[in-house]
């Protein structure tokens, strides 16, 4: 079955306390995306990557580093959280052909 | 730029109702546009998708939508609506076939009334 896994799913943190959003597919993508939701702004790209190796900012990178080192996995990085950060993150990962397959969401507040 | 607008944060129709949702786009090049649905607590679900194939497009649960190039919309229709109708629709668009670069508008809260 065709997959996104994000963990942790809910996180409480402190202000600057780094963290780490994991992610994986299990659809040997190229292409995976990070995007954050706020109530009334909808989904906004933060990183994306079109492989290994090779990521670029989106529309809301500040506060965010990703790395892909290896081709399942693409993690979101709060190096030091801050209250703006809170929100609900999602990983995508889309075929050519343009479906994009989402994990469930991880929900985080900084405080 | 490609943009997307989705006009009404909210809308509340009745069990049995049509529903419809509205969506335009800004783009400079044919875009491909998709909906899609988030139930409470859950991820986005793709609803259906148009990439320059027929202007109506059927996607799942009963919704179709309609690509207007002269009204640079995609509004979202269904004829019935059912309680489990009850969620959160968001447009989007891209230019680019790897979908790596997707612009999703504001949101449409979707409310069915008994």
């Known amino acids: 079955e065709a997959q996104v896994t994000q963990n942790p799913r809910y996180l409480i943190t402190v202000t600057g306390k780094k963290l780490t959003v994991t992610c994986s597919q299990n659809?040997?993508?190229?292409?995976m995306s990070w995007y954050r939701q706020d109530p009334g702004l909808g989904l906004r790209q933060i990183y994306y990557?079109?492989?290994?190796?090779?990521?670029d900012k989106g529309d809301v990178p500040e506060g965010y580093k990703v790395s892909r080192k290896e081709k399942r996995n693409f993690p979101l990085i709060l190096e030091s959280p801050s209250p703006n950060q809170t929100s609900l993150y999602f990983c995508?990962?889309?075929?050519?052909?343009?479906?994009?397959?989402f994990g469930e969401g991880s929900w985080l507040t900084v405080v | 730029a490609q943009s997307v607008t989705q006009l009404g944060s909210h809308v509340s129709v009745s069990e049995g109702a049509l529903v419809l949702l509205r969506c335009n786009y800004s783009?400079?090049?044919?875009?491909?546009l998709f909906w899609y649905v988030q139930y409470p607590n859950q991820g986005l679900q793709l609803l259906l998708k148009?990439?320059?194939?027929?202007?109506l497009v059927k996607g799942i649960n009963g919704f179709e939508a309609e690509f207007k190039k002269s009204e640079t919309s995609f509004h979202l229709t269904k004829p019935s609506a059912h309680m489990s109708d009850a969620a959160e629709y968001f447009c989007?668009?891209?230019?680019?076939?790897?979908?790596?670069?997707?612009?999703f508008g504001s949101g449409t809260r979707l409310s069915i009334r008994p």
């Open positions: 995508a990962s889309p075929l050519p052909g343009n479906t994009i397959y």
């Open positions: 659809m040997n993508h190229e292409y």
């Open positions: 990557s079109m492989n290994v190796e090779v990521t």
């Open positions: 783009s400079s090049v044919p875009p491909y």
């Open positions: 148009y990439t320059s194939a027929a202007t």
């Open positions: 989007a668009v891209s230019v680019s076939s790897s979908a790596s670069k997707i612009i």
